[in-house]
């Protein structure tokens, strides 16, 4: 499965679970999405990374202005480098998938998720974080 493909049924994935936003629905919708695609080598481009310095972030809603920049600039605030970012509409619905090096981060991961999901708030879109490590260990379960 190529990106582009990936991204979109990543985004039909999202959308389906969720009229309301909440953690519960998310590990739905990643669940869901990992048994969708059958390992990580099937998509083409995510290069190998080192799990543990390494978090994917997705973030949905619906679309307005702003989205991307407060996200991603709650990354650069904290010196997280942005290794990989791709974003898609479907409809008046936005998602965006980034994954990040946390290797020169001035936070610890807990700090950064609690600082990207109070930025969620505000901006009204639902941001879920999680380290490489268990996005792997998900997709073995």
């Known amino acids: 499965m190529d990106r582009e493909a990936f991204v979109y049924k990543l985004t039909e994935i999202v959308f389906k679970h969720f009229g309301q936003y909440g953690t519960d629905k998310v590990k739905e919708c990643v669940k869901e999405l990992l048994r969708t695609v059958e390992s990580k080598d099937s998509v083409e ?7 543990k310095n390494t978090a994917i972030i997705t973030v ?3 679309s307005k202005p702003g989205i991307v920049a407060g996200i991603t600039g709650v990354l650069a605030e904290n010196n997280v480098d942005i290794t990989d ?4 509409l479907l409809g008046k619905n936005f998602a965006m998938i980034i994954i990040v090096d946390l290797s020169t981060s001035t936070k610890s991961f807990t700090e950064l ?7 969620a708030d505000e901006l009204g879109v639902a941001v879920f974080s999680q380290h490489q490590e268990l996005f792997k260990s998900m997709h073995r379960i």
């Open 85 to 88: 970012i791709t974003q898609t």
């Open 45 to 51: 481009g995510i290069p190998e990374r080192d799990d």
């Open 60 to 62: 949905f809603g619906e």
């Open 113 to 119: 998720k609690d600082m990207l999901e109070k930025k």
